[in-house]
């Protein structure tokens, strides 16, 4: 089970972005998350995955895989999420063992795997992220606007491998987006963020 209780957060100098928000998910479970934007959604994300601490509350994760963080971020932007001195192989080699059935469900050709991240499309990269996540062998995955940018077929063959793989280990997933479609597609439970706040 993943837990934030009463979380508080604010940016330096800034007024309080959000206030007791709480927040729970089982290993498994899959929820979709809503909301005004700015009202905090990455935010919380970042926190859940430990890349920012709150100020007040706390995050309690009760299982724990391996040495990665057992949350796993899967962002909007993947050229932001990589480091783009490092080859495909590094960058998944970082993650974990690199996994032969992986990279065929995610169609990731052998020879990217020598590539800079901008010698791949937007698209490639994005399939990259989610096998460097999986690798991490996370027990929860929050993807924030994962598929936006690509296009709707894409998008569709993503989010189907991503959630076989999602329900063969049990993970818990949180998906961030402001398409309602997708998340009824996607989520037996939607969430806003205001929903959140305690
Ligand atoms: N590093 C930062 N320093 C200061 N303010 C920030 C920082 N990052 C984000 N913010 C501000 O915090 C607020 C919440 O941003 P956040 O990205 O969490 O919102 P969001 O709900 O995910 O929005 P969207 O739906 O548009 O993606 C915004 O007003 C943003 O400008």
């Known amino acids: 089970m993943l837990i934030a209780k ?23 479970e899959i929820i979709g998350l809503m909301g005004k934007s700015g009202s905090g959604k990455t935010t919380f994300a ?57 990279l065929n469900l995610f169609k990731i050709k052998k020879e990217w795997l020598d590539r800079f991240p901008l010698q791949l499309s937007g698209g490639e990269l994005q399939r990259v992220c989610i096998v460097r996540c999986l690798l991490a062998n996370p027990s929860y995955i929050i993807a924030d606007e994962m598929t936006t940018m690509l296009d709707p077929i894409s998008q569709v063959s993503i989010w189907e491998t991503l959630l076989q793989i999602v329900k063969e280990r049990q993970i818990g997933m949180l998906i961030i987006s402001h398409d309602k479609l997708l998340l009824r597609r996607l989520c037996k439970k939607i969430l806003t963020f205001d929903q959140l706040v305690h």
């Open 46 to 102: 970042k926190i859940l995955a430990g890349y920012e601490q709150p100020n007040n509350g706390a995050i309690s994760i009760k299982q724990k895989k391996g040495n990665a963080h057992p949350v796993q971020l899967i962002w909007q932007h993947p050229e932001q999420a990589v480091n783009p001195k490092w080859r495909i192989k590094k960058i998944l080699g970082e993650a974990g063992q690199i996994d032969q059935r992986m």
């Open 6 to 28: 009463s979380i508080d957060y604010y940016y330096e100098g800034a007024t309080p972005l959000f206030l007791n928000v709480t927040f729970s998910m089982r290993e498994g």
